[in-house]
């Protein structure tokens, strides 16, 4: 499970959870298709309660800075899987890797300073996925 194929496997599962949440926050920029990603954010500020709206063109704008930085994260994480990962396996495991948890950390204290505590369980999942076998260094 911690082979070099496996790892590189698991960086476009990695990618692919990253990037997957671009296109949903996109789809949130326009008031005629933002619900996908206002169900997001209402599921992840658990309960679900319908308080989450996307009536604010600032929420649209940011929806759209958010979705853009996601898919373009998952795409260079996916590179890194297909164009550098046999060049620099090590390095570029611990460049994946420092980034979802820099994500975390982040992304985690926002939420609990924002009231939004059960993000955090959320984003435990998310990085337990994402980070799967890359927490160790592959053996040869």
């Not at 599921?43 to 373009?72: E, K, V």
Request: hydrophobic content about 55%; overall charge neutral.
């Amino acid at each position: 499970m911690r082979t070099p194929s496996f790892h590189r496997f698991w960086l476009k599962i990695t990618a692919f959870v990253v990037g997957s949440f671009g296109p949903v926050f996109f789809l949130g920029t326009m008031e005629a298709t933002s619900e996908p990603a206002r169900f997001t954010l209402d599921f992840l500020s658990w309960p679900i309660d319908g308080a989450t709206t996307y009536a604010s063109a600032d929420t649209r704008f940011l929806s759209a800075l958010t979705g853009g930085f996601l898919l373009g994260w998952g795409v260079m994480i996916w590179g890194l899987a297909v164009w550098v990962y046999d060049q620099a396996p090590e390095a570029v495991r611990r460049t994946v890797l420092l980034g979802i948890l820099s994500w975390f950390v982040l992304d985690s204290c926002g939420s609990f300073a924002s009231g939004n505590v059960s993000n955090v369980f959320f984003n435990v999942l998310v990085l337990l996925v994402a980070v799967g076998p890359l927490w160790w260094p592959a053996k040869a």
